[in-house]
């Protein structure tokens, strides 16, 4: 199984929708992440979460909303979703200890029509 | 503002040549700086992690460099093959806090036989 794991894989959603990306992990990691990657471009942090309590904002939050179940699940929220919303999007963990880096999931391709 | 700033931005080469790319930033305080290779379509993937203190670090056919004098770090891949065709992104940490990272947009690596 791999450590960090996204679902759905991909996803085809209309204009409106609201839609939930799930992410769990079993690295035992303190720290979450949910990232936005389109074409050509880096990646872009849209939330994360340090601990069950704690959220934060990252560089591109409006129009998303995140959620930390429990230390291994951190879903995000798409609350009405936009065609510009298309992208592919990344949950990475991260030790307390920042310099050993970050675990990504495979990713979940989702496009809004 | 911290940035990171690759180049070039892509790069096509023969398979068994040498290869070197670029990673430039700003970032302060620094705390490490890490490459990623990420497969289309998937998650990026750590290759070397950085601290101040380390100058050079290996992982099979890849080196990467840090400057820290000139904030300027290199990833060096030896011997090309063609599973090395990805992008390559340069992930710079300020202080202890993994939240704070700054991704660099990547370099397109393709190998051509």
């Known amino acids: 199984d791999a450590d960090v794991t996204q679902t759905p894989r991909n996803r085809i959603t209309k204009t409106g929708k609201r839609i939930m990306l799930e992410c769990s992990q079993t690295?035992?990691?303190?720290?979450m992440y949910w990232y936005r990657q389109d074409p050509g471009l880096g990646l872009r942090l849209i939330y994360y979460?340090?601990?069950?309590?704690?959220?934060n904002k990252g560089e591109i939050s409006d129009g998303y909303s995140v959620s930390r179940q429990a230390q291994a699940k951190f879903s995000l929220s798409l609350e009405s979703a936009i065609p510009n919303q298309t992208a592919l999007y990344f949950c990475?963990?991260?030790?307390?200890?920042?310099?050993?880096?970050?675990?990504f999931g495979s990713g979940t391709r989702l496009t809004v029509v | 503002k911290n940035q990171v700033e690759q180049s070039p931005q892509s790069l096509i080469i023969l398979e068994g040549k040498n290869c070197t790319l670029q990673?430039?930033?700003?970032?302060?305080?620094?705390?490490?700086l890490r490459w990623y290779k990420q497969d289309t379509g998937r998650g990026p993937v750590s290759l070397t992690i950085m601290t101040f203190s380390e100058n050079t670090k290996s992982n099979g056919r890849y080196t990467a460099t840090l400057d820290a004098d000139t904030k300027q770090s290199s990833l060096h891949i030896t011997a090309s093959q063609l599973s090395d065709s990805a992008s390559y992104i340069c992930v710079v940490s300020a202080g202890t806090n993994a939240g704070k990272s700054t991704f660099g947009d990547g370099t397109t690596l393709t190998v051509k036989p």
């Open positions: 990673c430039n930033y700003t970032v302060s305080p620094f705390s490490n």
């Open positions: 990475a963990t991260s030790a307390r200890q920042g310099s050993y880096g970050y675990t």
């Open positions: 979460s340090f601990d069950v309590k704690d959220i």
């Open positions: 690295k035992g990691h303190d720290r």
